[in-house]
């Protein structure tokens, strides 16, 4: 185990609290304008996937669990779970679907992900940064608007709904931010 602070505890990270093990969902430092500052961690057990929001002061020592951070490609999808090979030794692991989370429509086949492993099982899935996915459905594109802050709603090949500038139409390639679902910018190939 490791002991960090608080506050450099980021979304994927194992801790150990209480002598078992949580996976952190979200992060967030608050610096109020009096008193201490904060850190607000949800978190889900993986012994029973209960979820627990925690509060700790930004200095304090929370444990950190020891996981290994491996690269694993995306394979299927079945009634197990989801799939993964590690590329190196062709060891396949199996994923629960609540692991996988709200990344579960960004899974492509073929796809390399970054798995959080701890005694064998996998913990923590982490998405690329970027995917790139083509827009199925938006509105028109309308004559003489340009890029100006104005976004208009639109729906990617996976499902997913995000915002795209008002001069992308349907049929365009674009890349994609996993973390928030946000338009980055036109796919170059």
């Known amino acids: 185990m490791v002991k960090i602070i608080a506050s450099s505890v980021r979304k994927g990270n194992v801790l150990d609290v209480d002598g078992k093990l949580y996976v952190v969902l979200t992060a967030q430092n608050f610096h109020p304008g009096k008193g201490t500052p904060v850190t607000q961690v949800d978190m889900r057990r993986i012994v029973d996937g209960v979820k627990v929001s925690e509060r700790w002061r930004t200095t304090e020592q929370v444990e950190r669990a020891f996981v290994e951070d491996r690269p694993f490609q995306f394979l299927y ?8 090979m590690n590329p190196e030794n062709y060891d396949q692991v199996a994923v629960d679907v609540d692991t996988v989370g709200d990344a579960k429509p960004y899974l492509q086949e073929g796809m390399t992900v970054t798995l959080s492993i701890h005694e064998g099982v996998a913990l923590a899935l982490e998405l690329p940064r970027h995917v790139i996915l083509e827009i199925v459905e938006t509105e028109p594109v ?6 100006s802050s104005s976004y ?8 997913v709904r995000t915002s795209v500038p008002p001069h992308v139409s349907a049929g365009t390639r674009v890349v994609i931010m996993t973390e928030d679902n946000s338009y980055v910018e036109r796919a170059k190939d």
């Open 77 to 84: 999808e079945d009634g197990e779970g989801f799939h993964f």
């Open 142 to 147: 309308v004559k003489g608007q340009t890029a």
């Open 152 to 159: 208009k709603p639109a729906i990617l090949s996976n499902g």
